[in-house]
């Protein structure tokens, strides 16, 4: 385990149970302002109608506001300018105090609050790990996969769809096109990025925005539109994946030869499949077809990419080859 490691998934993890919570209340900062105003209001009035020394006041006056009611001027030494200002003030900060409970209590209820506010604290300590951008259910599968390469990531977002099925303190529900989500998911200080937009228009825009905050990350780009492909790159993806048009041609690969087992970096230009056989005779690799070639052989459960044009595949091995998925079946003849 790195440094980077260390720091995301120990001192990270530790840290973010002491820090995180402050972050929610950060939700009702404007309340605690205002609050702070109307208590100084209220003191101001005490001390200069009711010749009070500040600290009786600021006590005075947190009781006004909270309605305990420990103190209480007498209302018929009070001047009519101190009621009305004091009906006026003790009107706006019951209601005021009341808005700011009610806020506080639902943050603190709401779970998700919680978990959201400990991905975004997260994401900004994290360092050399993986922001994954969108709101296609591809994004799923996607952290799935992280997570068995134990790879740390961080999730924004705005599908509530996905974020329900991860709820994890690695998503931040969010807009992925919005700044500031990208800044709280660590963009900055990350390593790559994935963008998995639903819309290619959006996923141009995160693109453009991921580019401008972290230019060296390594961005990968899934579209839907082929013709969007040179368009992303020039925005500054790395790797662009149409794919719709991958799995279309995967599909179609896969209905020719049972064997098709996967393809490399598929384009208009060159498709490479990969094709996986149960070798049921002796045949050596030379007698393959031109256009399939040989990649590795497994041998006792182990792999061995170690071997020459005249080496022999034996039964019972299993051969991996690339090429044209369409000599599949010759290749499967000749070792069946």
Known sequence: MDRKEIWNRRIVS?????????????????????????????????????????????????????????????????????????????????????????????????????IDARARWRGKHMKGHIVVLGNSKSIISTAKKLDELGKDYIIVTDNEEIYNSLRSDKVIFGDPKDEKNLIEAGIKDAESAIIFMENDSDTLLVTLKVQKLNPPLITVVAVKDTSMVDVMKTAGADMVLPYEDIVGRMIASASIASQFAGMIFPTKSREFAIGVFEVKKRVKLKDLPDAVIPIAIMRNGKLDPYFQRDSEVKEGEVLFVLGDPSKFKEVNRIVS
Not at 54 to 61: D, M, P, V
């Open 14 to 114: 530790i840290l973010e149970l002491f820090a995180s919570p402050y972050s929610v209340l950060r939700r009702i900062y404007p309340q605690l302002g205002m609050l702070g105003i109307v208590v100084y209001f209220l003191s101001l009035v005490f001390v200069y109608y009711q010749h009070l020394d500040w600290i009786s006041a600021i006590y005075a006056a947190v009781n006004v506001v909270t309605t305990v009611g420990l103190y209480a001027p007498d209302i018929h030494t009070m001047p009519p300018q101190e009621k009305l200002f004091l009906t006026f003030i003790i009107i706006f900060s019951v209601g005021l105090f009341a808005s700011m409970a009610q806020t506080l209590i639902s943050t603190i209820v709401n779970r998700n609050t919680w």
